[in-house]
Nanobody, 128 residues
Framework: VQLQACGGGLVQTGGSLRLSCAASGRTFNNYVMAWFRQTPGKEREFVAT????????GYADSVKGRFTISRDNAKNMVYLRMNSLKPEDTAVYYC??????????????????????WGQGTQVTVSS
């Protein structure tokens, strides 16, 4: 599956952005989807995941209550709505896909090396 993320930009603290990731190449609803983020010199960090149907999600503690992941299987799209943004949310954001990786609301992949497919990143910068 090929992934392409977009929607990043510059926003002030407290603002909102919605990232989008378009998938093509394989049956989209066969894949668990996720968002990760990375800052220079640090490992890629898990942000959120969503199961194949879109009925269940999981979040990093740092974004819980502020970010919402969703998907539209008819359009082959996954989204990340980011509200109440903070300067520490500044990073390059990546979407990722894997055939597996979501087993329950408390058991899902959170490590970057567990995902097989990646899009290019989109930069999010939150100014203070």
């Amino acid at each position: 599956v090929q992934l392409q993320a977009c929607g990043g930009g510059l926003v002030q603290t407290g603002g909102s952005l919605r990232l989008s990731c378009a998938a093509s190449g394989r049956t989209f609803n066969n894949y668990v989807m996720a968002w990760f983020r990375q800052t220079p010199g640090k490992e890629r960090e898990f942000v959120a995941t969503i199961n194949r149907s879109g009925g269940n999600t999981g979040y990093a503690d740092s974004v819980k209550g502020r970010f919402t992941i969703s998907r539209d299987n008819a359009k082959n799209m996954v989204y990340l709505r980011m509200n109440s943004l903070k300067p520490e949310d500044t990073a390059v954001y990546y979407c990722a896909a894997d055939r597996y990786g979501y087993y329950s609301t408390s058991d899902y992949y959170t490590r970057a090396n567990q995902y097989d497919y990646w899009g290019q990143g989109t930069q999010v910068t939150v100014s203070s």
